[in-house]
């Protein structure tokens, strides 16, 4: 089923334009964490939240990561995001869209990086 | 008629200024700390004048409360309002979905009405003395406090 937001997130993608998502962690569902291993799609490093999607188990998943600022202060750089690597995420799914993710951590290698 | 607003939302998103917001490391963060100053400079300095019309600090003269912190509660809105539009133009879709973001737009609306009130009914050089007036400072102090507290809460919804 594709949501609204999800439409609009695959509109502005289709655009060519960054659709850096601004939720809060209340917006996601604490309760039921999911480890996914994927390969880079896309990439948008920029503020307010750094976004990857992710192709994993026959589905893009749009991957809500930190801000810039924060990751670089924890050692993780833009260059390491590259489209076509495989990372592993924890995180949290949006409670009310399909396909969204908050990582509280990725892993890239052996570096696993916190972002909460 | 939503479907416009969406339109219009994603062309903010879409123009360079946003563009920018989003792609310089430095500026997003540097329109959140501004913004948190902006905020308490007008917070600070509306509460002590509300204060000051309800009856605390009598021996500071109101004229005299009025001209020191009212130009400090207006410069601190402008900042305040540049950077929070600085900072929602860079994710105006997303910024328009979240409940505590719509409460804030709301509240500062009825902010902005009571400071019309105040200042084109209630205030002669002093406040026209009255329950309206009071009630008027006592809402302007409320619904600031509101105004920033909903504003935090945008991070978590």
Not at chain 2, 65 to 70: D, E, F, I, K, P
Not at chain 2, 82 to 93: H, P, R
Not at chain 2, 125 to 148: D, Y
Request: glycine share 8%; hydrophobic share 55%.
């Amino acid at each position: 089923m594709i949501t609204r937001r999800f439409a609009l997130a695959a509109t502005l993608a289709a655009a060519g334009l960054p659709a850096a998502a601004h939720h809060g962690w209340g917006g996601y569902d604490a309760a039921n964490p999911v480890n996914v291993t994927g390969t880079i799609q896309r990439v948008s490093f920029d503020n307010p939240h750094g976004t990857i999607w992710l192709q994993a188990e026959g589905r893009t998943l749009e991957v809500v990561l930190a801000p810039p600022f924060r990751m670089l202060n924890r050692g993780l750089r833009s260059e390491q995001l590259k489209v076509g690597e495989t990372v592993t995420i924890m995180g949290y799914p949006r409670r009310t869209t399909a396909n969204e993710v908050r990582a509280e951590w990725i892993r890239i290698g052996q570096q696993t990086t916190q972002l909460r | 008629m939503e479907h416009e607003a969406h339109a219009w939302l994603a062309a903010i998103e879409a123009s360079p200024f946003a563009v920018l917001m989003r792609e310089s490391l430095w500026l997003y963060p540097l329109a959140g700390v501004l913004h948190v100053v902006g905020i308490g400079l007008l917070l600070g300095s509306i509460v002590a004048f509300d204060l000051r019309v309800l009856g605390a600090a009598r021996a500071v003269p109101l004229a005299d409360a009025a001209r020191w912190l009212l130009p400090i509660a207006r410069g601190g809105f402008v900042l305040a309002a540049l950077t929070g539009a600085a900072m929602f133009s860079a994710d105006a879709t997303h910024l328009a979905d979240n409940p505590a973001f719509l409460v804030k737009g709301a509240l500062i609306l009825l902010a902005g009405i009571n400071v019309l009130l105040f200042h084109l009914v209630l205030w002669r050089g002093e406040p026209v003395a009255g329950p309206l007036t009071r009630r008027s400072a006592l809402a302007s102090a409320a619904l600031w406090v509101c105004v920033a507290s909903a504003g935090r809460l945008i991070a978590y919804f």
